[in-house]
């Protein structure tokens, strides 16, 4: 028991699923006149909205569909889901609010943690030549930032990682590529 709204007024949209999904619905009258697509190019044109376009495919409509389907899909680059009638496009709505509802449903949709600093600093440290993980932690115990890290001497180094470790790391920061 998920509302819908139905929007009566001049706007573009016709349904609002979530806030980031409009939906255009064309209905059988529209798809034989061929007055959809002044809508259609609208949503297209609206800003942060996925556009889908519902459109009702009927006996009576089938040999106008495929007109409808080049537009959205080939021209505007919209998704265009084929229905029978109201009730199953309100099914389908009904099901969108549902899915779209639940981040945790659609992994696409999820917002990717940025990764702490620790993590990236750890990243970039065991990528330089001769240093893993134990030695990676003995380093930023003992310098505070990568920045600190690039601009210590050998002998800095040597004092932490030993001197094999050093000259490699040393090397690594201060090449000229």
Do not use: W
Not at 65 to 71: L, N, R, S
Not at 85 to 102: G, N, P, T
């Amino acid at each position: 028991s998920l509302p819908v709204h139905f929007e009566i007024s001049t706007s573009v949209i016709d349904f609002h699923p979530s806030c980031n999904t409009g939906v255009v619905y064309i209905v059988e009258a529209d798809v034989i006149g061929g007055t959809y697509k002044r809508n259609v190019a609208r949503l297209r044109k609206a800003n942060n909205v996925r556009g889908i376009v519902l459109v009702e495919k009927t006996i009576t409509t089938s040999q106008y569909y495929y007109d409808v389907q080049k537009f959205c899909v080939s021209d505007l680059g919209l998704s265009v889901v084929p229905i029978a009638d109201h009730k199953e496009a309100a099914d389908f709505l009904i099901q969108m609010v549902h899915v779209e509802s639940r981040l945790d449903s659609n992994p696409f949709l999820k917002p990717v943690p940025a990764p702490s600093a620790d993590v990236a600093v750890m990243s970039v440290l065991t990528t330089c030549p001769g240093v893993g993980e134990t030695k990676a932690l003995a380093l930023l115990d003992n310098f505070p930032s990568l920045e600190c890290l690039s601009k210590a001497t050998l002998e800095e180094l040597a004092a932490v990682v030993g001197k094999a470790s050093a000259g490699k790391l040393y090397d690594f920061f201060h090449r000229v590529t």
